[in-house]
């Protein structure tokens, strides 16, 4: 879609090609070397949800593996099309079924994907880039009926905060990674900054990727400095 980062397209374009059983496998490979280095509390802004096997392979294997998680899987397409430009010819036909899941997996217990609710249920929602948000908006105030724990999304520059803002799906159970806008907006009552703090929002910050991708400087000191919620998260392939 118009405006969506490069690493997102990339990303999608390469998961078209990845299987429910490979998705389990890195799935649960990724949560056992969190739990090795000591990381017992994890936020997966899950991307593969291509189709509801790879979503019940990827479910399977958080929950299995015994890390405390809150998985967001994402409200997204593959692409149909990558030339000249890219096409979701799918996306309507995912909508349904992405909608209808994530009412499964939070029917009858709140959003607890273990009966011990140390797996809970999230949302990955990088499908608004500004426009219309009646919609999104829509869709975000029925995952959050179920209820989901945490909706998650990728801002790294532009009016992202602002378009969130005005769209009324600001709040604090909302987490964006990386933020590296707020870097270039110094100003004491600069309205993005306010916006997530008014909100009680939150900022995962990957410094490690966000220097190496060139996304700009990291915000997590200055986040911490202006009293907006902050943590480290890291990015993997």
Known sequence: SAGEPANLLSTRTIQAGVTPEEVGIGTLAGCLDALHNGVTTILD??????T??????????????????????????QPTEIFPEMQFGLEQEALVWQRKKLAEWGAGNGGKLRPDGRVTLGLAYDSFWGGEGASHKEFLDFARSIPVA????????GSG?????????????????HCNVLADRPALDDEMWKAMK???AAIAATP??????????????DAL?????CGLGAVSG
């Not at 400095?225 to 919620?229: L, P």
Request: charged share 20%; hydrophobic share 50%; aromatic share 6%.
């Open 45 to 50: 802004h899950y991307h593969a949800a291509l």
């Open 52 to 77: 509801p096997a790879h979503a019940e392979a990827a479910l399977k294997a958080t929950v299995e593996s015994g890390a405390r998680v809150v998985w967001a899987p994402a409200r997204q397409s």
């Open 150 to 157: 945490i909706i998650t999304a990728h801002i790294v520059k």
């Open 161 to 177: 905060i602002l378009n969130w803002r005005d769209a009324g799906m600001l709040g604090p159970d909302v987490v964006f990674s």
């Open 198 to 200: 008014d909100s009680g």
């Open 208 to 221: 490690a990727d966000e220097m190496g991708m060139a996304h700009g400087n990291p915000v997590a000191m």
């Open 225 to 229: 400095r202006r009293g907006v919620k």
